[in-house]
């Protein structure tokens, strides 16, 4: 069965700080690979996805995150934190049933 | 807001009890999924309906079942109920398709005492 994993549960960052979550996935076929994220209050949502083509993804708010194939790894990157960052970033896979994949989340907190 | 709404947002129930929670899709969307998010865990997939039959489930015991209706909401059932069922469920809707997102509803609160 498919699985995810995040590295951190929780992130606590300064801002301008730079930012780096990692996401493994144990499935060896093709994958799409999602980046949720769910701020305080609001309904979780999507920040970027791959499904092919370039590695390298660019999202929403600056948010960009690469896969690497070789590492089963889908990690999310964003060079300078904002306080409004602060959420909690989901990674997930969707696997042949096309049914997500979550990982566990991680809470990022970012300090003015 | 992703047009995904679920009722109700909190709900207390007894152990023994059966529960109802149910889920509005976005408009246009004919695949509904359910999770099961436990605290300080991720999302755990229950099952998937696609045009009102079950596409997909995942490790849950029978006493989960649900429904999708021609307008494809849906419902999530739970017999039984069990402290450990405990949980926010939520629902996202999807156009289906392999790169499709999932628009997720804000979750029902489930307190099972």
């Known amino acids: 069965a498919q699985s995810v994993s995040q590295h951190n549960h929780h992130v606590i960052l300064s801002e301008a700080a730079s930012l780096e979550l990692g996401c493994n996935y144990s499935?060896?076929?093709?994958?799409?690979l999602f980046w949720y994220v769910q701020y305080p209050g609001q309904h979780r949502q999507l920040l970027l996805k791959y499904f092919s083509g370039d590695p390298l993804v660019k999202g929403i708010k600056g948010f960009e995150a690469e896969f690497i194939k070789s590492k089963f790894s889908f990690n999310l990157r964003k060079p300078s934190v904002q306080w409004s960052d602060t959420a909690e970033y989901f990674c997930a896979v969707k696997d042949y049933g096309q049914n997500f994949v979550f990982g566990p989340g991680t809470r990022l907190s970012v300090l003015p | 807001e992703t047009g995904v709404t679920q009722s109700p947002t909190h709900l207390i129930k007894t152990r023994g009890q059966q529960v109802t929670l149910r889920c509005s899709s976005q408009?246009?969307?004919?695949?509904v999924s359910w999770y099961q998010q436990a605290l300080g865990q991720g999302p755990q997939f229950i099952f998937q309906y696609y045009r009102e039959e079950e596409n997909g489930r995942g490790n849950f015991p029978p006493r989960f079942s649900g429904l999708q209706f021609p307008n494809y909401s849906s419902e999530l059932n739970v017999n039984a109920l069990e402290l450990d069922d405990s949980a926010l469920y939520l629902c996202?809707?999807?156009?289906?398709?392999?790169?499709?997102?999932?628009?997720f509803g804000q979750g029902t609160r489930l307190t099972v005492v």
């Open positions: 996202a809707s999807s156009s289906g398709g392999a790169s499709s997102e999932a628009f």
């Open positions: 499935y060896g076929g093709t994958v799409n």
């Open positions: 408009s246009g969307h004919n695949t």
